[in-house]
């Protein structure tokens, strides 16, 4: 387990002095990410300054949901979700073969040499929004910010379980790329209260595709309010961990090399 940590701190280091040898361009980078995750708290804004409003939820409340969207993304993205794009490019060019005979396990191979940073200004956004929508919202107590952190491990472990589907799906099907646009698109849901869908798609959010675990039930569990179901999903957000594992680990066994 050390042996693991000081590999993954050790490749961290790296990939951090190699993206610090051209500051401008990670720079850029950092701003594009954060400017393209400041555009719905800002579409939310101008929609509760034109008097219309999310029934039930006032602005910082919605923009405290937006903001732990981002702060999970943040967390999330730099250490996992570069194993997506790390797996369909070794599978490609056929250098996945290469993690199969280091001494650590695929997986762990995967997420390091997938680790990223060009992601931060998400992080940086996400908190940033985070502390101006608590300047507007009532937080009851320490029990709150309990509930609060352990429902943000669950919300990463949910990402984690997506990237690992994403990942274990292009070791059959190498010309999903366009996997990362679907995800995106099924987890934006989760930038809004649950409350303002129809209940069977509130259902489907929370127990089928457990996207209100990523933003929702961690904000709404901050502001004390009460989370229906809130037992059920987080068991079956653990399912989906375990069956994200299972899947990527049957898929990998699917792998056939570049040799055959």
Partial sequence: ???????????MRTVVASRLAYRGDLYFSMLVTLLGETVLPLITLLIY?????????????????????MLAK??????????????????????FDVLLLKPRSALFMTLVTGFSIDGLGR???GLALFLIALTGVHVPGAAAWLGFIMLMVMSVCILFASALFMSGMLFHW??????????????????YPRTIYAKPLQWILT?????????????????????????????FSVVFLAAGLLFWHGMLRKYSSAGG
Avoid at 174 to 191: K, L, N, P, Q, W
Wanted: glycine share 12%; no cysteine; aromatic share 12%.
């Fill in 207 to 235: 127990y089928v595709l457990p996207v209100a675990m990523i933003a929702f039930l961690p904000a709404s569990t901050l502001l004390g309010r009460a989370n229906a179901g809130l037992a059920g999903a987080i068991a």
């Fill in 123 to 125: 992080l940086l956004g």
């Fill in 74 to 95: 943040g967390l999330a993205y730099p250490f996992f979700f570069g194993m997506v794009y790390n797996t369909l490019d070794r599978v490609q060019d056929g250098t």
């Fill in 49 to 69: 300054r034109s008097g219309a409003s999310f029934p039930g939820w006032s602005l910082s409340e919605v923009m405290l949901i937006q903001a732990v969207f």
């Fill in 1 to 11: 387990m050390r042996g693991s940590i000081a590999a993954f701190l050790s490749v």
């Fill in 174 to 191: 190498v010309g999903s790329s366009r996997v990362y646009e679907i995800h995106d698109s099924i987890t934006a849901f989760g930038r």
